[in-house]
């Protein structure tokens, strides 16, 4: 079966901080896809990253970056030097390639960036 | 760009009431879902569709039926509602060929918040 996991539940820290969230992953598939998604306040979902399992390299966008690790199967996410508009819940996804293609999403890590 | 688009925002019901939630991508995406999200229980798949005319249960489904008559809408059901089916609702649509996701993203609405009194 298919789990993702992400231990913190919530995380605070102070503006200008650094702060990654941690993702877990379990599939026994060779093949699959890993996303993250952030929820502000306003209640949408919004994708940010996708990464497939044949490709480790790690991306950065801006002040955002991550670190997917098979060895651990993990894809973690760190922001640097993190911003009030960080505030949200940020969702970690795995998806098969298989028919249904269902994701599996995370239960959620609420950040909350204070001024 | 559209997008998905959900109806209603908000919707208010007693126990017992019907309605239906509507859902419609103007994306051409062959792949459409329903989540609803409860505080700490993350995203959970309710119902799920990998083309018109096929239509799949998810981890949830128990008093919600689907149908997919078009590519483009994916109502969600609620049959007689119940105070557990209080919750937020999301439409995700996305890009499949074949049956086969790849690696596409899901696009999803933004959401229609029911409580059931």
């Known amino acids: 079966a298919q789990k993702v996991t992400q231990a913190q539940t919530e995380i605070s820290v102070v503006e200008k901080e650094d702060v990654t969230l941690d993702c877990v992953y379990e599939?026994?598939?060779?093949?699959?896809?890993l996303f993250w998604y952030k929820q502000p306040p306003s209640g949408e979902l919004v994708f940010l990253i996708r990464r497939n399992s044949f490709d480790e390299q790690n991306e950065i966008s801006g002040r955002y970056s991550w670190n997917f690790q098979k060895s651990t199967s993990s894809f973690n996410f760190t922001i640097t030097a993190s911003q009030v508009v960080d505030s949200a819940v940020y969702f970690c996804?795995?998806?098969?390639?298989?028919?249904?293609?269902?994701?599996?999403f995370g239960p959620g890590t609420r950040l909350s960036v204070l001024p | 760009n559209a997008g998905v688009t959900q109806t209603p925002k908000f919707q208010v019901l007693k126990t017992g009431q019907s309605m239906t939630l509507q859902c419609a991508q103007d994306?051409?995406?062959?792949?459409m879902s329903w989540y609803r999200q409860d505080p700490g229980m993350g995203l959970r798949l309710i119902h799920y569709?990998?083309?018109?005319?096929?239509?799949d249960q998810g981890e949830v489904p128990n008093g919600y039926n689907v149908s997919r008559s078009t590519t483009e809408d994916f109502p969600l059901r609620l049959l007689s509602a119940a105070p557990s089916q209080t919750s937020v609702y999301f439409c995700a649509s996305s890009y499949s060929s074949g049956g086969r996701s790849y690696n596409s993203p899901l696009h999803f609405g933004n959401g229609t918040r029911l409580t059931v009194t």
């Open positions: 569709s990998v083309g018109a005319g096929i239509t």
């Open positions: 994306m051409n995406h062959e792949y």
């Open positions: 599939t026994r598939d060779t093949t699959y896809y």
């Open positions: 996804a795995l998806r098969l390639n298989n028919y249904g293609q269902n994701f599996v």
